[in-house]
T-cell receptor
Framework: AQTVTQSQPEMSVQEAETVTLSCTYDTSENNYYLFWYKQPPSRQMILVIRQEAYKQQNATENRFSVNFQKAAKSFSLKISDSQLGDTAMYFCAFMYSGTYKYIFGTGTRLKVLA | DTGVSQDPRHKITKRGQNVTFRCDPISEHNRLYWYRQTLGQGPEFLTYFQNEAQLEKSRLLSDRFSAERPKGSFSTLEIQRTEQGDSAMYLC?????????????FGSGTRLTVV
């Protein structure tokens, strides 16, 4: 079965610093997508960034970037210039190409400190 | 468009009672999904609809759970004879069928507490 592992239950970072959240996954397939979602306290989940497995170039969205290592099945999220509003639960998720179901990790709770 | 709306935001019910949740997706989205999120876990897939057709149900969805999406618009999730193990956040999301790889839009969820 496919699994997504987030080994850091909680992390903290000082405002304006950089933090990296880890995610590993297990699959034997070649075509899939990877996502990072942010879930602020009591608010909806928001897509932060996505990566298509066939693309070697790492995705970036403003202060957010990923380090996608397909052979190692690793998909880490780097947040640069951390802001107080980045405080949230972050979920890594996997989806097979052509399907519709996410497999989520257990999440990393990130706290940005002033 | 106000995004995906879920109602109620919170529900406290006594064990054995029936509860119903509603989800209004983004109007042009033809796919609608339900996920359940328990404390300390990531969301887990429950079921999904394409238009009005329910195309898959997870094994997590016992016979006490039923979901509908009449006319392919809003959806309801009903839990009959609630149990304490049903306490969780129930998330609804929607997407275009052609754009699943671009991610869903999630609602804010309904938090169910069974006492």
């Amino acid at each position: 079965a496919q699994t997504v592992t987030q080994s850091q239950p909680e992390m903290s970072v000082q405002e304006a610093e950089t933090v990296t959240l880890s995610c590993t996954y297990d699959t034997s397939e070649n075509n899939y997508y990877l996502f990072w979602y942010k879930q602020p306290p009591s608010r909806q989940m928001i897509l932060v960034i996505r990566q298509e497995a066939y693309k070697q170039q790492n995705a970036t969205e403003n202060r957010f970037s990923v380090n996608f290592q397909k052979a190692a099945k690793s998909f880490s999220l780097k947040i640069s210039d951390s802001q107080l509003g980045d405080t949230a639960m972050y979920f890594c998720a996997f989806m097979y190409s052509g399907t519709y179901k996410y497999i989520f990790g257990t999440g990393t709770r990130l706290k940005v400190l002033a | 468009d106000t995004g995906v709306s879920q109602d109620p935001r919170h529900k406290i019910t006594k064990r054995g009672q029936n509860v119903t949740f509603r989800c209004d997706p983004i109007s042009e989205h033809n796919r609608l999904y339900w996920y359940r999120q328990t404390l300390g876990q990531g969301p887990e897939f429950l079921t999904y609809f394409q238009n009005e057709a329910q195309l898959e149900k997870s094994r997590l969805l016992s016979d006490r759970f039923s979901a509908e999406r009449p006319k392919g618009s809003f959806s309801t999730l009903e839990i009959q004879r609630t149990e304490q193990g049903d306490s969780a956040m129930y998330l609804c999301a929607s997407s275009l069928a052609s754009a699943g790889g671009y991610g869903y839009t999630f609602g804010s969820g309904t938090r169910l507490t069974v006492v």
